[in-house]
């Protein structure tokens, strides 16, 4: 039972416009989400977080929504670039360390 | 640059032999997240490592699968008789506290490709 889940598989965007990538989850005791990015061949880096206390978070280009009482969280990349073309994970946790994954969304960004 | 390094980054196996993977996490972390990824699937938690407590195993698939963490830094991934549903990537992570707002460094990873 994935208790995160990225329903878009793909997503194809122009350069300069905004990207937004989602992310559904069931778990209501989830209080912190966080962002991950995925270039082919490496592990995923920390992109952006966000804690249940918010529903904003943003940093330079990237801004993480979150809507709890729809279980749903977003990122949006502003103005999105080609080197922003990767998979992007959204993960989930409560209690101590456990981390809750999604299955990933890749994002193509066309100059 | 240190960061997480995991060897090795590929292995093609034969159904019913044993793999070890390794991860060197980035000095002075002290915990330690082993995951697995198949194909198209989201990482899967597969155990966690904390200092010198004892490890969250519940994510582990089986009983073939065991990890241990020598001396509090480089971990090793054990799967018994591989099977193919084994094949994946498995992805090691760690971290330099285990608080709420800790940050994960991954490795690379390891494609385990078992025939």
């Known amino acids: 039972d994935q208790q995160v889940k990225q329903n878009s598989p793909s997503l194809s965007v122009q350069e300069g416009r905004i990207s937004i990538l989602n992310c559904d989850y069931t778990?209501?005791?989830?209080?912190?989400f966080l962002w991950y990015k995925k270039y082919p061949a490496e592990g995923p880096t920390f992109l952006i977080s966000?804690?249940?206390?918010?529903d904003k978070n943003e940093d330079g280009r990237f801004t993480v929504f979150l809507n709890k009482s729809a279980k749903h969280l977003s990122l949006h990349i502003v103005p999105s670039q080609p080197g922003d073309s990767a998979v992007y994970f959204c993960?989930?946790?409560?209690?101590?360390?456990?981390?809750?994954f999604g299955s990933g969304t890749k994002l193509n960004v066309k100059p | 640059g240190a960061g997480v390094s995991q060897s090795p980054s590929n292995k093609v196996t034969e159904k019913g032999k044993d793999v070890e993977l390794r991860c060197d996490p980035i000095?002075?972390?002290?915990?330690l997240y082993w995951y697995r990824q198949s194909l198209g699937q989201g990482l899967e938690f597969l155990i966690y490592?904390?200092?010198?407590?004892?490890?969250?195993k519940s994510g582990l698939p089986s009983d073939r699968f065991s990890a241990e963490r020598t001396g509090g830094s480089v971990s090793t991934l054990t799967i018994q008789r591989t099977q193919q549903e084994d094949s994946a990537v498995y992805l090691c992570?760690?971290?330099?506290?285990?608080?709420?707002?800790?940050?994960?460094?991954f490795g690379p990873g390891t494609r385990l490709t078992v025939l």
């Open positions: 992570a760690s971290s330099s506290i285990a608080g709420v707002y800790n940050e994960q460094f």
């Open positions: 778990n209501s005791m989830f209080d912190y």
């Open positions: 966000i804690s249940s206390i918010k």
């Open positions: 993960a989930a946790k409560y209690n101590f360390n456990k981390f809750y």
């Open positions: 000095s002075g972390h002290t915990a």
């Open positions: 490592f904390q200092g010198n407590s004892a490890p969250d």
